[in-house]
Structures are given as structure tokens and as C-alpha cells.
């Protein structure tokens, strides 16, 4: 099973920070599970951190109930139809069970926000093959991401997978992904080839080192397809992959998605790697309640 970790990120402090891995005005991005980052640059006045990947069952059960506690909080006003989708946000459960082991997501809280930002640094300086030194700089900047995006719900949510090998053990974090429902939730420095701002957009996944090739990727992916088709009316949806990475390029293949534009060979110029565009057509609904739910039978990627 070939795991997908998409992440980039935007970064631009206020006062400029002086590291030499984190200079002002530069965008890292990884758009893949083992290879190096891509550099962008846009500018800004603060903290802009752009970290840029259904067979399904819902579950409300009682093994779950001791992490999906907490109302969800966003620190602003909310009209009645924002309160609703926050809601639904809250309550959105997606079960599977693997081979391996099963698997729960759900929408990251605000108490999760620190080891959502250790697992998503981690995967990046192992992406750059940075010491683990620097992991603390990106955690504290991931989280600091995570802050300024929690403020856009309902309009983009993060997700986490928890897994478990069997009854008898505790829940772990296995993975995480984004996902921006619409231009309302976009951020503002998309990577190239730019998506549509208004479409659902896929980013920021990854997947806990020890727990790869068990299925949990491709269950983040349909997670969050999955809840795409209840929040927006929208057919399509979009996520960049890099072109080195075969991997994670097979998967959304096998889940659907199709290349529909590629980055220029001048990109190499910005100390970037070419990315794909891919985007993911949904069969059209035969009503407004009818929601698209892939063969829960579908064999997972190789």
C-alpha cells in the first residue's frame, strides 16, 4: 500500500526570522511520502502558513468516546448556517477496518493541535532530512498554521486518523489531511499549477512513519472525499502530487484523479520540483441527499 504524505507550507514571520532553514518570504512544500520539499516564495505580513493529498462507515461507539469529546471552537462569529456546518464537522465520524488493524477520523480539536503539528513537522524534516533539532522551529510554526486555518472552519477542516492494531490497545495517531471546501477556506498561496480557489482542494497529508503501507493513506483520501460530497455540491476536487513521486501518483490514480495540467520545466529555476495538478470528477448525484460513497470492496493500492 503506498502511503501519501502531502504537505507544504507557507511560511513568513513578522519580524523576519534569521535561521538559514527558514528564510523570509519562502514557501517549502512536499507534495510527497519520501522525497525532498520544493521551495516557493510569496510575501506577507505575518504568519502565512500554507501546509499543502469512500469506503467508509460512521461510528459513534463507545471505544471511541475518549477522543471525540470537545465542541468545536472557532474564535469568531458564526451565522446560523456556519454553526450548522460546524456542526456536522463535529460529528462527521469515518470508521474502517483494515487488514491490519482498524482505523477512526475525525476533525482535528483544538487540544490536538500539538501532536497534529509534532506528526506534520516530523514528516517534513524527514522529507528534508533535517536534524531532528529543527524539529521544534517547524512544530512551533506548523501549529501556528493550525491556529490561523481552525479559524476558517467550516470553510476548511483538519482531519486525524486514529488506528489500532487490536481491541486490547490504545488509539494512536496514525495521519492527518486537510481539506478546503471552498475559496473561503483556500489559502491564499496556492502551489502551482494553481487549482480553481472555489473547488474543494486535498493537502497536507501524511502518515505516521511506524504505520505506512497499511491502508491508512488511501482511508485519509476517502475520508476526505467522502466528506467533501456532504459539504459542498461540488463534482470535483483537487490535490497536487510531484512528479518523482510514483507512489502516491499510482494511488490517486487508482482512486480516480487525472492530471490536468503539470509545471512548467522553468519551475526547476525556483529550486522546486514539478508538480502535477489532479483532479477527481464525482458521478453526478440524483439528489441533493445522495452522497457518493466508493465500493466499500475496492482493493487498496499496491
Not at 492530471?259 to 458521478?283: A, G, N
Request: overall charge positive.
Amino acid at each position: 500500500m503506498a502511503t501519501a504524505r502531502s504537505l507544504s507550507f507557507t511560511l513568513q514571520p513578522q519580524p523576519p526570522y534569521s535561521t538559514a532553514l527558514f528564510k523570509p518570504h519562502q514557501t517549502p512544500f512536499l507534495t510527497s511520502p519520501h522525497t525532498h520539499p520544493l521551495v516557493n516564495f510569496p510575501k506577507s505580513n505575518h504568519y502565512n502558513l500554507t501546509l499543502s493529498c469512500c469506503t467508509s462507515h460512521s461510528s459513534s461507539s463507545s471505544s471511541t468516546s475518549s477522543i471525540l469529546e470537545d465542541p468545536l471552537r472557532t474564535g469568531r462569529f458564526l451565522t446560523n448556517e456556519e454553526l450548522e456546518k460546524l456542526q456536522f464537522l463535529e460529528d462527521y465520524r469515518y470508521y474502517q477496518e483494515l487488514k491490519s488493524g482498524s482505523m477512526w477520523v475525525r476533525v482535528m480539536k483544538a487540544d490536538e493541535m500539538d501532536m497534529t503539528a509534532g506528526l506534520l513537522s516530523e514528516s517534513f524534516a524527514e522529507s528534508m532530512m533535517l536534524p531532528k533539532a529543527y524539529e521544534s522551529v517547524l512544530g512551533f510554526l506548523v501549529k501556528q498554521y493550525l491556529i490561523e486555518r481552525r479559524t476558517l472552519m467550516p470553510y476548511t477542516a483538519t482531519l486525524i486518523g486514529f488506528y489500532r492494531e487490536d481491541e486490547e490497545e490504545n488509539l494512536q495517531l496514525a495521519g492527518t489531511v486537510e481539506v478546503c471546501f471552498d475559496k473561503r477556506g483556500a489559502n491564499a498561496s496556492l502551489p502551482t499549477p494553481t487549482p480553481p480557489k472555489n473547488s474543494p482542494y486535498i493537502c497536507n497529508m501524511t502518515v505516521k512513519k511506524t504505520l505506512r503501507r497499511r491502508g491508512i493513506g488511501w482511508h485519509l483520501l476517502k475520508a476526505s472525499e467522502e466528506l467533501i460530497c456532504q459539504m459542498r455540491s461540488s463534482r470535483e476536487v483537487y490535490l497536487h502530487c510531484r512528479m518523482i513521486d510514483a507512489a502516491p501518483f499510482n494511488m490517486y490514480m487508482k482512486a480516480g484523479y487525472t492530471v490536468v495540467k503539470t509545471d512548467s520545466i522553468l519551475i526547476l529555476l525556483t529550486l522546486q520540483r514539478r508538480k502535477h495538478l489532479m483532479c477527481k470528477k464525482f458521478p453526478v448525484l440524483n439528489s441533493p441527499s445522495e452522497i457518493y460513497i466508493s465500493n466499500p470492496n475496492e482493493e487498496l493500492p499496491s
